[in-house]
T-cell receptor
Framework: NAGVTQTPKFQVLKTGQSMTLQCAQD?????MSWYRQDPGMGLRLIHY???????DQGEVPNGYNVSRSTTEDFPLRLLSAAPSQTSVYFC????????????FGDGTRLSIL | TQLLEQSPQFLSIQEGENLTVYCNSS?????LQWYRQEPGEGPVLLVT?????EVKKLKRLTFQFGDARKDSSLHITAAQPGDTGLYLC???????????FGKGTSLLVTP
């Protein structure tokens, strides 16, 4: 099994550009989430989804959009990238929610100039 | 958002030493998870504790959940270089779906 797959692994953007970080899981997990990890700040929850068609905001949602059209995919969109969004982004999934063990992807390292 | 405080922030020890790291909060948790993250990779689950006072052992790692389910500790016996990494605790509220993480303890074990 592939588990949680994130693409791309690395990306450099210019301020104002848009892009979509992809996340796919093949474990039939209902719960998926996005985190950003910054030095000294730990992992901070951006958005999460408890199932197809249902999303909710986490701790730091501003500047990011998500959608969940299928169980497998949970893309994260940056509409107008800002240098403050330079970070490592992790996608995670689990069967039913936050109290369940989370399976993480290997991350997308994003730099915004 | 419930706050998870982890201490110490950094720890550098020599192979063979014992260590304990802590995860504390003022909130009561329905469960608490410990993860280890190695450079360039995502966090990997080590253990989940759900019952107040619970103790779980994973080889040389011992995890304890506080009686009031507000805190937890991770003890490593005879640390090895392979234990090097970032140790993260995470907890979700009983009524919600979101999982929140502490900032982690960065452990370096030198030969």
């Amino acid at each position: 099994n592939a588990g949680v797959t994130q693409t791309p692994k690395f990306q450099v953007l210019k301020t104002g550009q848009s892009m979509t970080l992809q996340c796919a899981q093949d474990m039939n997990h209902e719960y998926m989430s996005w985190y950003r990890q910054d030095p000294g700040m730990g992992l901070r929850l951006i958005h999460y989804s408890v199932g197809a068609g249902i999303t909710d905001q986490g701790e730091v949602p501003n500047g990011y959009n998500v959608s969940r059209s299928t169980t497998e995919d949970f893309p994260l969109r940056l509409l107008s990238a800002a240098p403050s969004q330079t970070s490592v982004y992790f996608c995670a999934s689990s069967y039913t929610g936050g109290s369940q063990p989370q399976h993480f992807g290997d991350g997308t390292r994003l730099s915004i100039l | 958002t419930q706050l998870l405080e982890q201490s110490p922030q950094f720890l550098s020890i020599q192979e063979g030493e014992n260590l304990t790291v802590y995860c504390n909060s003022s909130s009561v948790f329905s469960s608490l998870q410990w993860y280890r993250q190695e450079p360039g990779e995502g966090p990997v689950l080590l253990v989940t504790v759900v019952t107040g006072g619970e103790v779980k052992k994973l080889k040389r790692l011992t995890f304890q959940f506080g009686d009031a389910r507000k805190d937890s500790s991770l003890h490593i016996t005879a640390a090895q270089p392979g234990d090097t990494g970032l140790y993260l605790c995470a907890a979700g509220k009983r009524s919600g779906y979101a999982l929140n993480f502490g900032k982690g303890t960065s452990l370096l074990v030198t030969p």
